[in-house]
């Protein structure tokens, strides 16, 4: 009886990565803008067209990368973020596992212009379902610029189930709020379908939220800042009278990473005790 047992070519062993990673256009938009705050950008621009399914856009002036990196990138499980086990243990990245990237090629056509600052020449890469398709010297703006035009367009059955125009662009609003609102220092803006949505210049964390949920809500803010010899936490919560029924102004951070869970959404509403009126949910953007 023959073997039956084969090992899958890297175009499949990525597709079946990308269902993990990339489940919609707002996770290509999440991973996208992590690694642009990992190069040290301060200027990070997301362009979206047709609420993602036709174009993301994400373009940084961060460190870029040399032709090599750029190339390695796309490979699964290659990184900058780590290089042994013990690294996991003091992760001051948004990523580390090294598979974004090849997971997003292998499920979309991208199109990445990068240079480091010290090179004359960058390099443009063009890759169209994990197949390298064009990599050769170009002319561009130190940092990465990177298209992924045509998500799922070799998934069909992936890309019938995405939902209506509106609710993906929901979903990109929603990274892309989670991301912007841990590092005001960075300066973003947003565009759909060639509107502006967001235009945010560096600031402190007070004018960051100002900045996406609108100058009502400044006098809504109280002031949170302790510090014990385990943990700092500082931020703001919202005044009890000020509470909504629906969710949607609740974030907690973690070394600035966005994290949801309800041991910690039930410690907030606690100390709301009495005097929140009936199912209501307050504000709150903790660090």
């Known amino acids: 009886m023959p073997d039956i047992i084969k090992l899958l070519p890297d175009s499949v062993a990525n597709q079946i990565a990308a269902g993990e990673v990339i489940q919609r256009p707002a996770s290509v938009v999440k991973e996208l803008m992590e690694n642009s705050v990992d190069s040290g950008a301060l200027n990070i621009d997301v362009i979206i067209k047709d609420s993602g399914r036709t174009l993301i856009q994400v373009i940084d002036n961060g460190s870029g990368m040399s032709e090599t990196d750029a190339r390695l990138a796309f490979e699964r499980h290659a990184t900058s973020k780590i290089t042994t086990a013990h690294d996991l243990f003091a992760i001051t990245t948004k990523g580390f596992r090294g598979e974004a990237l090849a997971s997003i090629a292998a499920v979309a056509m991208v199109e990445l212009r990068t240079r480091k600052e010290e090179d004359e020449s960058g390099t443009l890469l063009v890759i169209n379902g994990s197949k390298v398709e064009a990599q050769e010297p170009c002319s561009c703006a130190a940092g990465s610029n990177f298209s992924v035009k045509n998500l799922f367009f070799n998934i069909p059955a992936r890309r019938k189930f995405l939902k209506s125009d509106n609710a993906e662009m929901r979903h990109i609003i929603n990274e892309f709020q989670k991301i912007v609102i841990a590092h005001p220092g960075i300066r973003f803006s947003l565009i759909h379908n060639d509107s502006d949505i967001y235009n945010l210049p560096q600031g402190n964390s007070r004018q960051r939220i100002i ?77």
């Open 211 to 287: 900045g996406v949920f609108g100058r009502q809500i400044n006098n809504d803010l109280i002031t949170l800042d302790t510090t014990t010899t385990l943990i700092t936490i500082s931020g703001f919560i919202g005044k009890p009278e000020n509470a909504r029924r629906t969710y949607g102004e609740q974030f907690f951070f973690v070394n600035n990473r966005f994290m949801k869970h309800p041991y910690f959404h039930k410690a907030v509403i606690e100390a709301y005790q009495n005097i929140l009126p009936p199912e209501a949910i307050p504000s709150y953007f903790i660090f």
